[in-house]
Structures are given as C-alpha cells and as structure tokens.
C-alpha cells in the first residue's frame, strides 16, 4: 500500500520555542494532507485540511496562528506548533489521499513541551 | 454532526478466540463506516468500511463488520484472534463516501493472551 511518512516520531522541545512535523507521501503525489492530534485515550481530532498550493482549511476551534501548516509540494505537508507550551503536547497524526477514496496515514509524532 | 462511541478502551482475548469490538454512532444522515487498526510505531490502516449495499462487510485479516441501522452499530469482529492482532483499533464515521474528515471513536486496544 501507499506510504505516508513523518518525522520526527518524538519531539521534546522546551516551553516558548517552534517545533516542526513533517508528513511525506513516500509512493504517491498527495493532493490533499489531513492533520489530527489525539489525546491520551481519547479521539483523533481533524485539525486541518491541506491543499497543495492553497492555504489550510483549519476545523473550528484550532487555532491558525498557533499550528501553522504548509503544503508547499505533492509530497510534503509540514505543521509548525509556535510558541509551544506544554498543553501543546500531543500526539499529532497526519493522513493523505491521492482521490482514490482512501487514505493513508503517516506514524505519528509524539510532541512533548517542558 | 456525527459521532463514534467505541465501548471498551480495553479488551483482552486469549488466542483463538472470539474478537468483539463495538462501536456506536451517531449521524444525521446515512452514515459511512470504517474500522481502522494501529500497530505500534505504524500509521493507522484500513481494514474494511462500509457504504452501500450489503452490511456484511468483510476486511483485511479475516476481520468483518455489520452495519447495523437500527442498533446504530457497526461492531467488529474476528472468529479467531491471532497474536498479531494485538493492536489499536479506530471505528470512524463519516457523511460521504470519500469525505476525509472522519470522526474517530477513542480507540479500542485489543491483547491477545497466548
């Protein structure tokens, strides 16, 4: 199956300071990216939507300012936290489809912010 | 709006067993379906998801579904469970076929005791 890529897995970045997650389409061109943070126990959540070349659609109650995301070629899509605080620390998933009515998921990213 | 409940953070089945995963939804229009697993350190896939049609829907790894209207419940189940079926598993619901903002349930982990 087709292969969705992030890095870093783990993440430990100190309270005030910019962290950034990438998601690579390893096999396809991505035409669209999703991004998603889940709690402990609890569900993904969709934070935003990426389009290649157009800006994020973000879900209501995420804020832009704060998770800054960028799909700037078919095969990368990156989510930048700013100004991390340590309620920031999640685990961030991101998931991409070419259209074929599927979609794929990276491994996720685990941020931790002291 | 739609919603997913997954009842049981937690299940545990010896090998050879029964899997009985259960999830609930909720959706103010026909509602489509899907089970996703997660292995550790893995992105989440697809095993099977429901549309149309039949509501008997088989998967990937001998797993299968039933969609069930009037019990708004798409319960997943095994025969018999395998060691590597030790893993995460997402029930996800959405309003259209190939729409990708999916709403998770909070996930089920499921071990398997020798």
């Known amino acids: 199956g087709a292969v969705v890529s992030q890095h870093p897995s783990r993440v430990i970045c100190k309270s005030g300071t910019s962290v950034k997650i990438e998601c690579r389409s390893l096999d396809f061109q991505a035409t669209t990216m999703f991004w998603y943070r889940q709690f402990p126990k609890q569900s993904l959540m969709l934070m935003a939507t990426s389009n290649e070349g157009s800006k994020a659609t973000y879900e209501q109650g995420v804020e832009k300012d704060k998770f800054l995301i960028n799909h700037a070629s078919l095969t990368l899509s990156t989510l930048t936290v700013t100004s991390a605080h340590p309620e920031d620390s999640s685990f961030y998933i991101c998931?991409?489809?070419w259209g074929s009515g599927e979609l794929f998921f990276g491994e996720g990213s685990r941020l931790t912010v002291l | 709006a739609q919603s997913v409940t997954q009842l049981g953070s937690h299940v545990s089945v010896s090998e050879g067993a029964l899997v009985l995963l259960r999830c609930n939804y909720s959706s103010s229009v026909p509602p489509y379906l899907f089970w996703y697993v997660q292995y550790p350190n893995q992105g989440l896939q697809l095993l099977l998801k429901y549309t149309t049609g039949a509501t008997l829907v088989k998967g990937i790894n001998g797993f299968e579904a039933e969609f069930k209207k009037s019990e708004t419940s798409f319960h997943l189940t095994k025969p018999s469970a395998h060691m590597s079926d030790a893993a995460e598993y997402f029930c996800a619901v959405s309003l259209r076929s190939n729409d990708y903002k999916l709403s998770f349930g909070a996930g089920t982990t499921v071990t398997v005791r020798a």
């Open positions: 998931s991409a489809s």
